[in-house]
């Protein structure tokens, strides 16, 4: 394999038009064909960790976060950026990063769901995908097949329910021609067959991949089929989250579920630790950017890292309680999501490819509690 097939596969996971205007993802240092061996997955590609994907002779380093933001106009060896560049490129490691794209496709869903947040949406779109109408016609006997290769590849999302389709038998006409092999019916003889059309709904992202698997388990040698866009409706996708949760709970309690659920034992809070809570916004990372959002968006606390004093008083008095869990580990999920992610992919379809290691950095916040 090589690294451009490992580009592709982070690009259906978490494609590059989901990031933000201002981000920098993708291959940021290095080479596409570069055979991939090993990689190392870390949250940030600080100087420690691309030691470490030096000194464990790994082919590709991963981050979360961008080593390079915006445009440098040197690179200098003896400075912390031009050191790091310098150590990627010495050591044939390409370098890649996903990071808003990362948020707006899986960060923000995970940590939605570690709070378990109801009906979540997100708090700050960054794209909208369109969603298209797809409707195959299919013998009955295969029917069952094509729709579950359907729906287990990812069709039919309508809000909180997957798997959604909608079903109506009928006949099908069709004359076999000369040179044709068909699936039913004999060469140059009008025939009728009961179908199913078969109904559901597919995004821009997952819609040539979900056609190809239908094809493939399709057993018609021409299959008919519409893709028609649906004008009015797409998808938002986007950083963070807002949901409510079950029953309303006091923001402590609130505080010991994130503790809980992120690893975390020391963090900030902005707000009466006795105050019910039940509209709750997350966002791992820095959250200043959507302080506004979730206060428009009805939010009781927002749950996030990096805030500063101004945007905690502000919001404080804007009836905003905060969680401020911290950057490093609100996000560190992402690591372990990200290496296992690769490895089904790796494995599920291809064996030939299990010689391919990939490993986590070590890597710790660079703030310590005192
Ligand atoms: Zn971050």
């Known amino acids: 394999m090589k690294s451009n097939d490992v580009i592709n596969l982070l690009e259906q996971l ?12 993708g291959l940021l240092v290095g080479r596409r064909d570069k055979e991939v061996k090993k990689i190392m997955i870390a949250l940030d590609a600080s100087l420690s960790v691309i030691e ?4 464990n002779k790994a082919d590709m380093l991963i981050t979360h976060h961008p080593m390079i933001f915006s445009a440098i106009k040197k690179v200098d060896y003896d400075d912390i950026t031009g050191k790091k560049i310098a150590k990627l490129i010495a050591n044939d490691i390409t370098y890649v990063a996903a990071h808003t794209n990362m948020d707006a496709a899986v960060m923000a869903d995970i940590a939605a769901k570690k709070m378990e947040l109801i009906d979540a949406r997100p708090l700050d779109v960054t794209y909208t995908e369109k969603m298209y109408k797809l409707a195959v016609y299919v013998p009955v006997e295969s029917a069952d097949l094509v729709r579950s290769t359907m729906l287990n590849d990812g069709a039919g999302f309508y809000g909180n329910y997957s798997h959604c389709s909608y079903n109506i038998a009928g006949k099908g006409t069709y004359m076999p021609l000369e040179g044709t092999n068909p699936y039913k ?25 979900i056609i190809r698997h239908m094809l493939e388990v399709h057993p018609y040698e021409e299959v008919a089929y519409d893709l028609y866009e649906i004008s009015d409706s797409g998808y938002d996708i986007g950083v963070g989250k807002i949901g409510r949760i079950k029953e309303p709970v006091e923001l402590i309690e609130c505080v010991n579920i994130v503790k809980a659920q992120f690893g975390i034992n020391n963090l900030r809070l902005v707000g009466d630790p006795d105050k019910k809570v039940r509209f709750i916004a997350i966002c791992p990372g820095a959250g200043k950017s959507v302080v506004k959002n979730a206060i428009k968006m009805g939010a009781d606390v927002l749950v996030t890292g990096d805030i500063d004093h101004h945007t905690a008083l502000d919001a404080y008095e804007d009836g905003l ?16 999501y990200l290496k296992n992610h690769l490895l089904r992919c790796f494995y599920k379809d291809d064996l030939d490819n299990k010689d391919i290691e990939v490993i986590s950095a070590k890597e710790e916040s660079p703030f310590i509690f005192l």
Not at 14 to 25: E, L, M, S
Not at 52 to 55: F, Y
Not at 186 to 200: C, G, L, P, R
């Open 52 to 55: 470490q994907a030096a000194a």
């Open 321 to 336: 309680c905060i969680i401020d869990a911290g950057h490093f580990c609100t996000e560190h999920f992402i690591v372990d």
């Open 14 to 25: 978490a494609p590059k038009r989901y990031a933000c205007d201002w981000d920098n993802v």
């Open 185 to 209: 019916g004999t060469v140059n003889k009008f025939e009728v067959t009961d179908e199913i059309k078969i109904e559901t709904l597919v995004s821009d992202s997952n819609k040539n991949r």
